[in-house]
């Protein structure tokens, strides 16, 4: 793999030359494309040795397919109501998996990523992993959780943060980072699992159980950041300098200076892409839908960032788009 001074000399000589398509064509504006809306699952087609496509599951959840292996981040894609944008959240939700939505799209993983274990970015997990094959890496608590659903051992794989991790063409850095903070600065279903506990019932059942960022470079070409939440240990940050960020919305102002800390401590990356902005209890087609509380917070994350940050691009993105960074 390059070595990281090399892959920061090249990526801010070509800083101004930066190109990102959907599909092949530029996308470079700040607001979502005006794709037609569609209900159907997208059909599994070949791909070319060698090509990277990042296809965006709504919330923190991508789909990477570089030539022929498939890395899922935070894949939640069963979308399942809770009440969370209407006012009237249920903590004791039943998890209940969507197979009906998830086996059109997830025809082949070989690695899953989770930042934390809330339900939102966790609940379908298990089922891709015994789906797939895929192994999944995670916190410790990430570990247990899928003991708990009877996956092996020997497909789960713990991580905390400072692990680089090979996979030949591509390689996975893993790295320490933070839950965000609602009003009250306290987060969601807090807590972790140091040991098995009976296999979950509830979206109570899933607490954070620590957060972690991953960083993946692919072999001639772009290294994108991953984050599942919107806060930051930009300490940990030093050095990693991607060409693409995917940068948590936040919800709430309790965590100071969050978009700053961030951006500085990637080295502000060519591409900032927001994700979790969207309503993620809806069914997933385009245009993504935004509560109207969340568009105002998107649209001032976008202003944030070209303030912060001129020289980086905003693309906001659509469900299951193919883009090329």
């Not at 905390?160 to 893993?174: A, N």
């Not at 957060?211 to 300490?235: H, I, Q």
């Not at 965590?255 to 502000?268: F, I, K, M, S």
């Not at 912060?308 to 788009?321: G, Q």
Request: glycine fraction near 8%.
């Amino acid at each position: 793999m390059p070595s990281l001074d090399r892959r920061r000399f090249l990526r801010d000589a070509a800083a101004t030359t930066a190109l990102v398509s959907a599909g092949g064509l530029a996308a470079g504006v700040a607001t979502p494309a005006q794709a037609a809306p569609s209900t159907a699952a997208p059909t599994p087609t070949a791909r070319r040795k060698g090509a990277v496509s990042f296809r965006w599951w709504g919330t923190a959840g991508w789909r990477v397919d570089i030539g022929d292996r498939t890395v899922l981040v935070d894949p939640f894609l069963s979308r399942i109501d809770t009440g969370l944008f209407t006012g009237a959240f249920k903590t004791d939700t039943a998890l209940t998996v969507r197979t009906d939505v998830i086996d059109p799209r997830v025809d082949r993983a070989t690695t899953v990523l989770v930042t934390h274990t809330h339900w939102d970015h966790f609940m379908d997990v298990p089922y891709i992993a015994r789906r797939t094959g895929a192994r999944v890496f995670g916190t410790l608590t990430a570990y247990h959780l899928g003991l708990a659903y009877g996956l092996p051992s020997t497909q789960l794989s713990a991580v905390k943060g400072g692990e680089v991790l090979d996979f030949g063409d591509h390689s996975v850095e893993v790295v320490g980072s933070l839950h965000s903070r609602n009003p009250s600065y306290s987060v969601a279903f807090p807590g972790v699992r140091v040991s098995p506990p009976p296999q979950p019932a509830t979206i109570a059942d899933l607490p954070e159980g620590d957060t972690l960022g991953y960083l993946l470079r692919v072999d001639g070409g772009p290294s994108v950041y991953f984050t599942g939440a919107s806060d930051v240990a930009e300490r940990n940050l030093t050095g990693l300098a991607p060409d693409v960020a995917m940068v948590a919305m936040q919800n709430a102002t309790t965590t100071g200076d969050y978009l700053p800390r961030l951006l500085a401590g990637l080295d502000h990356p060519k591409v900032v892409v927001p994700v979790h902005y969207d309503n993620f209890e809806t069914a997933l087609q385009n245009p993504p839908p935004v509560a109207p509380t969340d568009r105002t917070r998107l649209n001032e994350m976008i202003a944030a960032v070209r303030r912060i940050s001129p020289r980086s691009r905003v693309l906001v993105p659509e469900y299951e788009t193919a883009y090329h960074f």
